[in-house]
């Protein structure tokens, strides 16, 4: 019996992800649809693999067999998500992924009473999105309770990886998102921008961006006003201001392909610069009489923090027995759980 699937395995975090649990004792399948490049990393790990497209439920559920864990690693996960997850409801395995994507949340949280009937725990959202700032949110709501409004941000040097690059043209064309009163709305593309402190005192300008935690952060917390924001020159802010007239443009077949071809060229951060360039995450809370309540999170790499935080969960769940149902990072780990990850500390 194989516990654990990594699904997108072969990818930028896939192979991060796959080569940190053979280090931990864990024997991972290792899944996708390119038979080359699973075979390539598998080989060298000693690893089974499977390949398999999505297309196909009946496929999907022979591949799930014997595997009590699946962890996603394939985006754009507004593509993957679904068939894996159904697939993960009808053969009882827990479903994991590492997506940054509202509509995947919300996707996820949807299934939640059939997931509780079945002992599945769904759980978007095991990495950088959304672990730090989740916890961080869940933090803040227990020091000042009656909050209305809370702001994340987060500033992640290094580049993105491939997959990110491909969901970020996606994103272009839905705009921005934020949770006013309680639901999410659609805002303008980077709808709002504001400066954070570094832990050197120095300045960062950022700007709006819908980040997973405007709908996660509202399930952990229960506040009802959430924004967050990405840390970004100015220059490119103002850009993004005028990539709103071109949405429509964007948003068009051919157009897509293409800005989704140029970002699949995208390399990925390498080992040194992993090493090398750290996160810093902010967090401020505000309730109805005006009192505000700020923290933030030094983090390693978004990348390098995904592949621990990820393998953590893995871990527990193969050693403990959560009833089934959707999670957010707070809830089925605790806010205290980013505070255990490798070189993650606390900034009051």
Same mark, same amino acid.
């Given at each position: 019996?194989?516990?654990?699937?990594? /699904?997108?395995?072969?990818? /930028?975090?896939?192979?991060?992800?796959?080569?940190?649990?053979?280090?931990?004792?864990?024997?991972?399948?290792?899944?996708?649809?390119?038979?080359?490049?699973?075979?390539?990393?598998?080989?060298?790990?000693?690893?089974?693999?499977?390949?398999?497209?999505?297309?196909?439920?009946?496929?999907?559920?022979?591949?799930?067999?014997?595997?009590?864990?699946?962890?996603?690693?394939?985006?754009?996960?507004?593509?993957?998500?679904?068939?894996?997850?159904?697939?993960?409801?009808?053969?009882?395995?827990? /479903?994991?992924?590492?997506?940054?994507?509202?509509?995947?949340?919300?996707?996820?949280?949807?299934?939640?009473?059939?997931?509780?009937?079945?002992?599945?725990?769904?759980?978007?959202?095991?990495?950088?999105?959304?672990?730090?700032?989740?916890?961080?949110?869940?933090?803040?709501?227990?020091?000042?309770?009656?909050?209305?409004?809370?702001?994340?941000?987060?500033?992640?040097?290094?580049?993105?990886?491939? #997959?990110?690059?491909?969901?970020?043209?996606?994103?272009?064309?839905?705009?921005?998102?934020?949770?006013?009163?309680?639901?999410?709305?659609?805002?303008?593309?980077?709808?709002?921008?504001?400066?954070?402190?570094? &832990?050197?005192?120095? &300045?960062?300008?950022?700007?709006?961006?819908?980040?997973?935690?405007? *709908?996660?952060?509202?399930?952990?917390?229960?506040?009802?006003?959430?924004?967050?924001?990405?840390?970004? +020159?100015?220059?490119?802010?103002?850009?993004?201001?005028?990539?709103?007239?071109?949405?429509?443009?964007?948003?068009?077949?051919?157009?897509?392909?293409?800005?989704?071809?140029?970002?699949?060229?995208?390399?990925? $951060?390498? &080992?040194?610069?992993?090493?090398?360039?750290?996160?810093?995450?902010?967090?401020?809370?505000?309730?109805?009489?005006?009192?505000?309540?700020?923290?933030?999170?030094?983090? +390693?790499?978004?990348?390098?923090?995904?592949?621990?935080?990820?393998?953590?969960?893995?871990?527990?769940?193969?050693?403990?027995? $959560?009833?089934?149902? /959707? *999670?957010? +990072?707070?809830?089925?780990?605790?806010?205290? *759980?980013?505070?255990?990850? +490798? #070189?993650?500390?606390?900034? &009051?």
């Amino acid at each position: 019996m194989h516990p654990i699937l990594i /699904y997108g395995a072969n990818g /930028y975090t896939g192979r991060l992800i796959a080569a940190e649990a053979c280090k931990r004792g864990l024997k991972p399948v290792l899944a996708g649809r390119n038979r080359d490049a699973l075979d390539a990393l598998a080989e060298p790990l000693k690893l089974t693999r499977r390949v398999f497209e999505l297309g196909d439920p009946a496929e999907i559920d022979r591949n799930l067999d014997g595997i009590r864990i699946v962890l996603n690693c394939a985006g754009p996960f507004e593509r993957t998500c679904e068939p894996l997850l159904e697939a993960c409801l009808r053969n009882r395995a827990h /479903y994991l992924d590492i997506t940054g994507e509202i509509d995947v949340f919300a996707l996820c949280h949807h299934t939640d009473k059939r997931a509780q009937y079945e002992g599945v725990v769904v759980f978007p959202g095991t990495g950088f999105d959304v672990v730090p700032t989740d916890c961080l949110a869940a933090m803040l709501k227990n020091r000042l309770p009656d909050a209305s409004h809370l702001v994340l941000g987060f500033e992640a040097a290094g580049g993105p990886s491939p #997959g990110t690059a491909r969901t970020s043209v996606g994103g272009l064309v839905k705009g921005g998102r934020a949770r006013v009163n309680g639901e999410v709305v659609e805002v303008p593309l980077a709808w709002k921008s504001r400066t954070f402190t570094r &832990e050197d005192g120095s &300045e960062r300008s950022a700007v709006s961006i819908p980040w997973g935690d405007v *709908y996660t952060a509202f399930v952990s917390t229960g506040i009802p006003n959430v924004e967050t924001y990405m840390a970004m +020159p100015e220059k490119t802010i103002a850009n993004m201001r005028r990539l709103r007239h071109l949405r429509w443009f964007l948003g068009l077949g051919p157009v897509q392909k293409f800005l989704e071809r140029r970002a699949a060229q995208t390399d990925g $951060p390498d &080992e040194q610069r992993r090493q090398r360039c750290g996160c810093q995450v902010w967090g401020e809370v505000r309730n109805g009489a005006g009192k505000e309540v700020a923290l933030s999170l030094i983090t +390693p790499n978004g990348y390098l923090l995904t592949v621990t935080a990820s393998l953590g969960i893995v871990e527990h769940l193969l050693a403990n027995s $959560p009833a089934g149902g /959707y *999670y957010t +990072p707070s809830l089925l780990m605790g806010e205290d *759980y980013v505070l255990g990850l +490798p #070189g993650v500390r606390l900034v &009051e």
